[in-house]
């Protein structure tokens, strides 16, 4: 089967396709999560240097492509 998602932000201005999207997957970190969006929108940080800010404070965090998500999702739903 093909298929493909539309992402839509809360506000429902902003649309994008999820192909060449990232999810990033945080745990043990949620009182940090104000610092973690403005660390993701300012200083544009590489996976590896988030990671290690991440851990730094207890946490981890796991980055997986949005299609990827979607497929496993898809097979799952299938075999309900």
């Known amino acids: 089967m093909k298929y493909f998602s539309v992402n839509m932000l809360n506000d429902k201005v902003n649309y994008s396709s999820s192909r060449g ?3 990033y997957i945080f745990e043990n970190v949620n009182e ?3 610092e ?3 660390l ?3 200083s544009r940080l590489s996976f590896q ?7 730094s404070w ?4 796991d980055i997986v492509m949005l299609d990827r998500l979607i497929s496993s ?5 299938t075999l309900r």
């Open 58 to 61: 207890g946490g981890s965090v």
């Open 49 to 55: 240097d988030l990671k290690y800010q991440i851990e």
């Open 32 to 34: 940090y999560e104000d």
């Open 73 to 77: 999702y898809k097979q799952k739903q």
């Open 21 to 23: 999207s990232y999810v």
């Open 40 to 42: 993701m929108e300012d």
């Open 36 to 38: 973690i969006i403005d």
